[in-house]
């Protein structure tokens, strides 16, 4: 799978690819055979990823990403961390109660790999800051527990052509996709309105594993996005029953009566 | 016979069950057996015109009903999948 284009790739080819440091920490990855070696971790040095929001899928998502020696994290957030938080997010420990999501989640991914670039917006994303969210970024990461978000950055991503890989969780299912504009379905093409039930942030049960897992998930298809490793899931919808282990993959295909996508679009909104 | 597979939130109108087997020959006929088997099922899944609601995706095995005719033939060893939006995410 050829990896996509990204937005800055300063490296010049008489400079070596990665540093001795780089070798060491990145040895085992590297030893991946479909991995693509060190011009596949040189790609992820340089891209950038914009990750909304870094709880328990999205967090998972960016810990592993920076783990994997992406090049810069654009991390989305607003609140502050309260204790119920703390049975499924990575980033968040109990001495972090009432700090700033983005506050502890910086803190805990410098401390994970102090050579990613980290940008942190403390605010959740709404169509008033989603074109800053995703203009930077080469690829972007949606872990949001709200439709309107998640619509949002649907939005965005299609109108700036820009590779989008969702993962959402309920309980103990999951599902995870990746959108690639012009190409495969977007998030409203599968789902083209909301569940009128899911009105607030706080909807859903989660157990640490499932959101861990989407987000694992999330993190290995923007990997391959970026390196072109392996088979992405374009086209197709990944879910999960961790309850039964009953996982399954169904192929999703653009609608051409899309309100976002489609030729027929008229506008960039969903109706909630 | 064709197995469905149903999801943590509709659970409840299917006494639990994560999956329950139906008859039925084509997709019309199997989803039409979920439905009389379990009433509170189609009264989530569909809308006041009978259609499957929007944030529902449904797939016989890995393909989308959207990409199916009704008549289509479902054999024994076929798998119905509803698959409803989710958002989480988390706070």
């Known amino acids: 799978m050829p990896p996509i284009n990204l937005v800055e790739n300063s490296h010049s080819s008489t400079e070596p690819l990665l540093s001795a440091s780089e070798l060491e920490r990145y040895s085992r990855q590297l030893q991946s055979e479909g991995f693509g070696g060190q011009p596949a971790q040189a790609r992820l040095r340089s891209a950038s990823v914009a990750v909304s929001r870094c709880g328990g899928v999205g967090g998972t998502c960016a810990m592993l990403l920076a783990r994997a020696g992406i090049g810069k994290l654009v991390l989305a957030h607003g609140g502050h961390i309260v204790r119920e938080n703390l049975n499924r997010m990575h980033l968040a420990y109990t001495e972090d109660l009432n700090r700033p999501y983005t506050e502890a989640f910086e803190e805990k991914l410098r401390a994970i790999n102090p050579d990613v670039e980290l940008t942190a917006i403390a605010q959740n994303i709404g169509e008033d800051n989603v074109d800053e969210f995703v203009s930077g970024a080469d690829i972007i990461a949606d872990g949001a527990p709200l439709f309107e978000e998640r619509y949002a950055m649907n939005g965005e991503a299609v109108r700036r052509r820009k590779p989008l890989v969702s993962g959402a969780m309920y309980d103990l299912e999951g599902y995870a996709t990746t959108i690639v504009p012009g190409e495969t379905p977007c998030l409203a093409c599968i789902y083209p309105v909301r569940p009128d039930y899911w009105v607030d942030a706080h909807v859903f049960p989660v157990i640490g594993p499932i959101s861990t897992i989407v987000g694992a998930v999330m993190a290995m298809e923007v990997i391959k996005l970026v390196t072109g490793t392996g088979e992405t899931l374009k086209g197709r919808l990944w879910r999960i029953d961790l309850e039964q282990n009953v996982a399954r993959q169904f192929t999703v295909k653009r609608r051409e009566d899309c309100e976002v996508c489609s030729s027929k679009a008229g506008q960039l909104s969903i109706r909630a | ?91």
Do not use: W
Not at chain 2, 57 to 64: C, G
């Open chain 2, 1 to 91: 016979m064709p197995r469905v597979y149903v999801p943590t939130m509709m659970r409840k109108c299917v006494d639990g069950k994560s999956s329950f087997e139906v008859s039925g020959q084509t997709v019309s006929e199997v989803l039409a057996s979920a439905y009389r088997a379990f009433p509170a099922l189609a009264a989530e899944v569909l809308d006041k015109d009978g259609r499957i609601k929007p944030f529902i995706a449904v797939f016989i095995n890995s393909t989308s009903l959207h990409d199916m005719e009704n008549t289509a033939r479902v054999r024994d060893d076929d798998e119905v999948h509803f698959v409803p939006a989710m958002a989480g995410g988390v706070d």
